[in-house]
């Protein structure tokens, strides 16, 4: 038995979720893949566990039964499908820390920043899952091709961790430095707009330099 606790990625079939949820089992937490489908995240927790070797621990369950069966939710779906994800998963994250990894990306103009009405996804979250639910911003600002890697050198991914909960923040931040990355404490959940919209920002850097996937690292101004 694992003494982490067992964790949902909702969307865990995606670039973004799988990364989280194969860099979470290989750091040896319990995994629920959720997707909108069973049959979908049943394959994808089967391929991720046949990665992962012996000792992993990963099922599949549509979102709303992995919401329900983690004690700790992360959401990584695509924008479009925020909002609906939310809805089917409310009753189950009651009394749960929820983070919230979306990009409020808006196709075909994903370079330009274009927050959501309310100022950031992970705000709106907060506000439609209601106080029960600690809301906690990270992971916007770190490539998906880190993540899937087998070789993630993650050390040189910074992510910033806000959230109106300093001991729901402080859980995520520790989850994150497990898994290799420095992580930061930013403040309340209104903060989260600045990594939301640094993504935006990150993806037209990875096109204008040819990047294979830009990140942020924080300087402290300490001398060397």
Same mark, same amino acid.
């Given at each position: 038995?694992?003494?982490?606790?067992?964790?949902?990625?909702?969307?865990?079939?995606? !670039?973004?979720?799988?990364?989280?949820?194969?860099?979470?089992?290989?750091?040896?937490?319990?995994?629920?893949?959720?997707?909108?489908?069973?049959?979908?995240?049943?394959?994808?927790?089967?391929?991720?566990?046949?990665?992962?070797?012996?000792?992993?621990?990963?099922?599949?369950?549509?979102?709303?039964?992995?919401?329900?069966?983690?004690?700790?939710?992360?959401?990584?779906?695509?924008?479009?499908?925020?909002?609906?994800?939310?809805?089917?998963?409310?009753?189950?994250?009651? /009394?749960?820390?929820?983070? !919230?990894?979306?990009?409020?990306?808006?196709?075909?103009?994903?370079?330009?920043?274009?927050?959501?009405?309310?100022?950031?996804?992970?705000?709106?979250?907060?506000?439609?899952?209601?106080?029960?639910?600690?809301?906690?911003?990270?992971?916007?600002?770190?490539?998906?091709?880190?993540?899937?890697?087998?070789?993630?050198?993650?050390?040189?991914? !910074?992510?910033?961790?806000?959230?109106?909960?300093?001991?729901?923040?402080?859980?995520?931040?520790?989850?994150?430095?497990?898994?290799?990355?420095?992580?930061?404490?930013?403040?309340?959940?209104?903060?989260?707009?600045?990594?939301?919209?640094?993504?935006?920002?990150?993806?037209?850097?990875?096109?204008?330099?040819?990047?294979?996937?830009? /990140?942020?690292?924080?300087?402290?101004?300490?001398?060397?």
């Amino acid at each position: 038995m694992s003494d982490k606790p067992r964790i949902a990625v909702l969307g865990g079939t995606g !670039d973004l979720g799988g990364g989280l949820a194969w860099q979470l089992v290989r750091t040896g937490y319990p995994i629920i893949i959720g997707s909108r489908g069973v049959e979908k995240a049943e394959r994808a927790a089967s391929e991720l566990s046949a990665r992962a070797g012996s000792g992993a621990m990963v099922i599949g369950l549509a979102n709303p039964d992995a919401a329900a069966s983690a004690e700790l939710v992360i959401l990584t779906v695509p924008f479009s499908s925020h909002k609906p994800t939310l809805q089917s998963v409310r009753g189950a994250v009651q /009394g749960k820390i929820f983070v !919230d990894a979306t990009v409020p990306l808006v196709p075909p103009k994903v370079m330009r920043v274009q927050l959501p009405a309310g100022g950031s996804a992970g705000k709106q979250a907060q506000e439609f899952l209601g106080e029960n639910v600690r809301v906690v911003s990270a992971f916007q600002n770190v490539a998906a091709a880190h993540l899937n890697a087998d070789d993630a050198n993650l050390d040189e991914c !910074d992510v910033l961790v806000s959230g109106n909960d300093k001991d729901a923040r402080e859980v995520v931040v520790q989850i994150a430095e497990d898994l290799g990355m420095k992580a930061w404490h930013a403040g309340p959940i209104d903060n989260s707009a600045v990594a939301e919209a640094l993504t935006s920002v990150l993806i037209f850097m990875n096109k204008r330099y040819k990047f294979p996937g830009a /990140g942020i690292k924080i300087t402290t101004g300490t001398a060397a």
